[in-house]
């Protein structure tokens, strides 16, 4: 029996509001506490660790968790069979709790059999080498000074990318009112340099706390062509997600 146990904000089923697999149906694990903080985020009460956590959104389970009972509980919503695509780990940090995670992911994929989808903030790269074996799909984020009121990641993100690229990868990028041209320059040729092929997503961010404004079409337009001058496949996805409803 495990004694390894994680922190979680919440778990439950919803549909994909970000990136290339926006519309698909998964199983979110929120994961608490984070190593950024970023002011355009949009999930605040996962950055702090809480005594309990909720489960689809009804009944609130104590913290923390064990791999055995997180197994069972994510089997419980894998329900009916065959209608989610993947098992999202976002957060929060889900990277913070790699030691839980080397135990968690090869358990719940003999068990559960669904793809691992990774989200990540894109700055850990020595912890996402311990766990890249059992992961399948790589969300990961390249974080911009003017949107999240922070320094660059420059050299973390390099690094990140080159052993996510192991896997299947997109990278996700979200712009405000106040990005400049050369920093999303700046990030797809980051993303080139790896490989030129790599999904690059950018995500007009969501007003939400600090953030009041989002960039208008004609930015919006500028940083496709600035991004698509280096890169292969270059997308424009709001959050859908918000649009619909959910969380």
């Known amino acids: ?106 358990v719940v994929k003999k068990e559960v059999k669904l793809p691992i989808y990774l989200e990540s903030n894109g700055v850990l790269p020595g912890f996402l080498a311990e766990i890249i074996e059992e992961v399948d799909i790589v969300a990961m984020d390249i974080k911009l000074p003017s949107t999240t009121g922070q320094s660059a990641y420059w050299k973390e993100h390099r690094e990140f ?28 040729a980051l993303v080139a340099e790896v490989d030129e092929r790599i999904p690059f997503i950018i995500q007009p961010v969501t007003p939400h706390g600090l953030v009041k404004h989002r960039p208008d079409a004609q930015h919006l337009l500028a940083f496709h062509t600035a991004a698509k001058r280096k890169l292969k496949s270059v997308r424009v996805i709001p959050q859908v997600h918000k649009l619909m409803g959910l969380a």
């Open 1 to 106: 029996m495990s004694t390894t146990n994680a922190q979680l904000n919440e778990l439950f089923t919803s549909i994909q509001g970000e990136g290339p697999y926006v519309g698909e149906r998964q199983i979110f694990v929120r994961f608490a506490t984070c190593n950024l903080n970023c002011q355009y985020c949009d999930s605040p009460a996962a950055l702090e660790l809480t005594k309990s956590y909720r489960i689809e959104r009804t009944e609130n389970l104590d913290n923390p968790v064990s791999v055995e009972r997180l197994v069972g509980e994510v089997a419980g919503l894998n329900k009916p069979v065959g209608v989610h695509h993947s098992i999202s780990l976002t957060g929060g940090e889900p990277l913070l709790q790699v030691n839980f995670l080397k135990e968690f992911l090869p």
């Open 161 to 188: 990318l080159e052993t996510a690229f192991l896997k299947e990868l997109f990278v996700k990028v979200v712009v405000g009112k106040e990005t400049k041209i050369k920093e999303l320059e700046e990030a797809a």
